[in-house]
């Protein structure tokens, strides 16, 4: 044929396309996912391919060295101007001539493949909703008179296919300048999701806009608000960061805001002026963190409980402290965030909150689902997110049950005597040694045991600042096997115990696991009422997870899901010491970081991902543990540490 054959890779996609055609155009035309912000102008380098040349039987396609044409002045200009990597070809300008086989490099891929770290993880594929176009807009004209925006609408239509814009008054003040300055040449950011609603610009700039698009991936919990500063094109991650809920001070759990808002009429205002100001700050902190101008933050994706859901979007949560536990809302939502009172970043950035499942499953439920998709899934998997709230489901492909548990804030590290949230200085693992008695720790923000030579220099400069949810789980689980605490969870005596460590408070003990006079810092121990706040939380969760299963009809499940709040990772062993989860093989429990969060990112950085939660949640079945009598049954036996009467054939394997 004297037709070129073209295959492109990792696709491995392949035709004939006729002589002369450019790579951009050839990737069109056979479906290949090849970036361009510019348009072919030879500008951005989106576009980038690497040719490769000599015989491919693999391929079986034999590519000689002029089967691209030569460099042409704007290929040139642009190499000379910013430089074109080692064996790049501009794909918007190289021409084929001849059979070529040409790799298109992550970078140059909109629908790229992010992996994510999680082991079992599925890799994430880019989708955003907000795309930067490039554009040429027709001058002015006064004998064929029309508006600067109908003559971006056009070229949009004209130039890549985006019909029907809008856009608010601010924009259309920016477009003036804007146009003028960039020589009727601008970038424009159009937001576009799975909605059907018309595309809406967000903001434009003179000439190609170069810096890049963000976005935050924010989960509201009760206790932390966590969120991700996001590259909306890589979707790599630029900043994390938490911090506290500063609604706290109306009531540690849900509960007590709801009770707070019911008892003081018009309470709802103040708790939802508290926690938009709490984003507003976030969103402040991680784009100097990440040197970003936060006005280059364009969207954000929320996910929370139903109570925080209602609160931040301005609604009095009261119905959801009484049966039937209504929702006024339980779709997801796209809005401005600057109507969430998201004001720190780009004024006319878009918000979209997940979508809640029902009654007291929310939103980052839905999160959780959609990053571990159990629905997906040919073993029973028994997902569960540890919080302030317990995120719990359990499913498989056939079918997904979930509930929320109230196990208070104890696994944050709240209500704990040292407790903290985790950050640099907190506690994250403990081992003790039963022979001895005595522990070793690791804190956030160093990878050393505290007994390790270099340990005090590398926690220099935070210091030991207290325990986080992880490190007091691996505490409690710790001193039971170290024979520090009975199956009640009564704390021994020294003189029961054989070690100094077991101090006398009141008529109770604790364990001290870190001396300030000794070592610097404070001074941290495990007291009997911590023991009991654990063990509290830990019914809570099991008494959930047992719910479920009674709902199913399993008294096993093959899998173990555990997620955690920001920046802690559970580790199975001490979670199934402790009686928080249900006995399964310890190699079938696996943590999955922060799920609700990743939940949240993947809506942030796909619109595909949105419409499969939108799509999912309509088939999770929720289960009200507020009103289940098994449950109370449940959450009384799972007081013993690991349990009263259910068995744990694993642990004593
Ligand atoms: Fe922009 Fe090729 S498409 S440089």
Redesign the pocket.
């Known amino acids: 044929s004297d037709q070129p054959l073209v295959i492109f890779t990792p696709s491995g996609k392949r035709g004939r396309v006729a002589p002369g055609t450019t790579v ?1 155009a050839a990737a069109r035309q056979l479906g290949v996912d090849l ?14 391919v690497t040719p490769s040349f000599g015989e491919f039987a693999k391929h079986g396609v034999t590519v000689r060295a002029d089967a691209l044409s030569d460099w042409n002045k704007v290929e040139q200009r ?1 190499d000379d101007k910013r430089g074109l990597k080692e064996g790049r070809r ?4 190289a021409c084929i001539r001849d059979d070529v086989l040409l790799d298109v490099p992550p970078e140059s891929q909109v629908h790229r493949q992010v992996i994510r770290k999680s082991a079992d993880a599925r890799p994430m594929v880019m989708d955003p909703a907000t795309r930067l176009f ?1 554009v040429e807009v027709a001058e002015p004209d006064m004998h064929e008179p029309s508006g600067d925006f109908e003559r971006l609408a056009a070229a949009l239509a004209d130039q890549w296919q985006v019909t029907g814009i809008t856009a608010g008054p601010t924009l259309l003040a920016k477009l003036q300048t804007a146009l003028r300055k960039g020589d009727w040449q601008v970038t424009v950011a159009v937001y576009s999701d799975h909605t059907g609603a018309a595309p809406l610009v967000l903001d434009v700039w003179p000439g190609l806009h170069e810096s890049g698009l963000f976005g935050l991936a924010i989960d509201v919990g009760s206790t932390t608000i966590a969120a991700h500063l996001t590259d909306l094109d890589t979707g790599e991650v630029r900043a994390a960061s938490g911090l506290m809920n500063p609604q706290i001070r109306f009531g540690e759990d849900l509960m007590s805001r709801v009770s707070y808002v019911m008892m003081n009429p018009g309470g709802e205002k103040e708790l939802t002026a508290a926690v938009r100001a709490a984003l507003s700050d976030l969103a402040t902190a991680l784009a100097e963190e990440a040197g970003v101008d936060p006005a280059l933050i364009v969207e954000a994706t929320i996910v929370c409980n139903p109570v925080m859901h209602h609160l931040l979007l301005g609604i009095d949560p009261t119905e959801l402290g009484q049966a039937p536990f209504a929702l006024a809302v339980s779709t997801s939502l796209s809005l401005a965030a600057a109507e969430l009172g998201l004001t720190a970043i780009n004024p006319r950035a878009r918000a979209y909150v997940l979508p809640c499942i029902a009654g007291h499953v929310g939103a980052d439920a839905a999160a959780v689902s959609l990053a571990t998709a159990p629905e997906m899934s040919d073993e029973l998997m028994l997902v569960i997110d540890v919080g302030t709230n317990a995120e719990i489901l359990l499913g498989d492909r056939t079918r997904v049950l979930a509930c929320s548990s109230p196990t208070g804030p104890a696994f944050e590290g709240a209500q704990i005597s040292s407790g903290q949230r985790a950050a640099p200085g907190a506690i994250e693992r403990v081992e003790i040694d039963p022979e001895t008695k005595t522990p070793r720790f690791k804190i956030i923000g160093t990878d050393l045991w505290s007994d390790e030579e270099g340990f005090a220099a590398a926690a220099g400069q935070t210091g030991v600042t207290g325990i986080c949810g992880s490190g007091i789980i691996e505490a409690v689980a710790e001193m039971r096997m170290a024979g520090l605490l009975d199956p009640s969870g009564l704390i021994g005596s020294a003189a029961q115990t054989g070690t100094p460590r077991c101090e006398a408070e009141g008529r109770t003990h604790s364990y001290l696991i870190h001396d300030a006079t000794a070592e610097g810092g404070p001074r941290i121990s495990v007291t009997q009422g911590d023991i009991r706040a654990i063990q509290l939380a830990k019914s809570a969760l099991y008494a959930g997870a047992r719910l479920l299963m009674d709902e199913r009809g399993v008294d096993r499940v093959d899998r173990v899901v555990l997620a955690g709040a920001f920046g802690a990772h559970i580790s199975a062993k001490h979670a199934m010491v402790l009686g928080m989860i249900p006995d399964a093989p310890l190699d079938k429990v696996t943590s999955a970081g922060n799920a609700a969060g990743t939940g949240a990112r993947m809506a942030l950085c796909s619109v595909a991902a949105r419409r499969q939660i939108e799509e999912g949640v309509r088939r999770i079945t929720k289960i009200e543990t507020a009103i289940a009598p098994r449950f109370q049954e449940h959450f009384v036996a799972a007081n013993a540490i690991p349990h009263a009467t259910d068995a744990f054939p694993e642990l004593t394997q």
Not at 35 to 48: E, H, N, T, W
Request: charged fraction near 15%; proline fraction near 0%.
């Open positions: 951009l970036d361009s912000v510019c348009g072919g102008r030879g500008i951005c380098s989106k576009c980038q642009y501009l794909g918007c300008q490039f």
